[in-house]
């Protein structure tokens, strides 16, 4: 079965500008989580979706926003770049952790911001 | 706060070795722990995953174990090769509510095995 499925796989952005990361889960999976990948800080969780409802949020300024769709389809927005949002942007999903299931990361978007 | 520590942040070993990577974590009170692995660039492959009431999994050359009561996970490669060469970080998901898809991960171990 596909797996998660994340678009573009890269980016280039200038300072000030906005960018739409797009994240498909597994068939099945509600739960869609995002993560932002650096060297210097490791993965950090920016937020999660469940159902169309946001559950839990990292410790991001409000620039960094997200949404998801009926069919569980997410994105994530970060507004006014800054040089320092530049990572790898990955998103996970997972079906439900009552159940015990763990999560499936995607590829990731390489954002960069010049 | 949860948090993991890996350890130690790197590893270069010869090919056919065997070899334990160490995850440490503040709070027990976690769901699962989860082991990955990240290669350069790449997304993260789950290789394991352990639920907080099991003591261990093994899938293959890998064997990782769980004591949630000290607060420590273990993973075991069997006979390294240089195909295993990658990043492997552990997470873990605190139980709770306000742990809704949250993973808490170390800073990973570098691990090079040469031929």
């Known amino acids: 079965k596909a797996g998660v499925t994340q678009t573009p796989r890269y980016l280039i952005k200038t300072r000030g500008q906005q960018v739409t990361l797009s994240c498909s889960p597994i068939?099945?999976?509600?739960?869609v989580s995002w993560y932002q990948q650096t060297p210097g800080q490791g993965l950090q969780f920016l937020f999660e979706y469940f159902s169309e409802t946001q559950r839990n949020k990292g410790n991001f300024p409000g620039r960094f926003s997200g949404r998801q769709f009926s069919n569980s389809r997410s994105e994530m927005n970060v507004s006014t770049l800054e040089l320092g949002d530049s990572a790898l942007y990955l998103c996970?999903?997972?079906?439900?952790?009552?159940?015990?299931?763990?999560?499936?990361f995607g590829s990731g978007t390489r954002l960069t911001v010049v | 706060k949860q948090e993991v520590t890996q350890i130690p942040a790197a590893l270069s070993v010869p090919e056919g070795e065997n070899l334990v990577l160490n995850c440490s974590f503040t709070d027990s009170a976690i769901y699962n722990l989860q082991w990955f692995r990240q290669d350069p660039g790449k997304g993260l492959t789950s290789l394991l995953l352990?639920?907080?009431?099991?003591r261990e999994q093994t899938s293959g050359r890998l064997n990782a174990s769980l004591d949630k009561s000290s607060g420590r996970s273990t993973l075991y490669i069997a006979a390294s090769q240089p195909g295993d060469s990658a990043t492997y970080l552990c997470a873990v998901l605190r139980a709770g509510g306000t742990s809704y898809g949250k993973l808490t991960f170390g800073q990973g171990t570098i691990l090079t095995v040469h031929p």
């Open positions: 352990i639920q907080s009431s099991q």
């Open positions: 068939s099945g999976h509600r739960s």
């Open positions: 996970a999903s997972s079906s439900d952790r009552r159940l015990g299931y763990g999560y499936t």
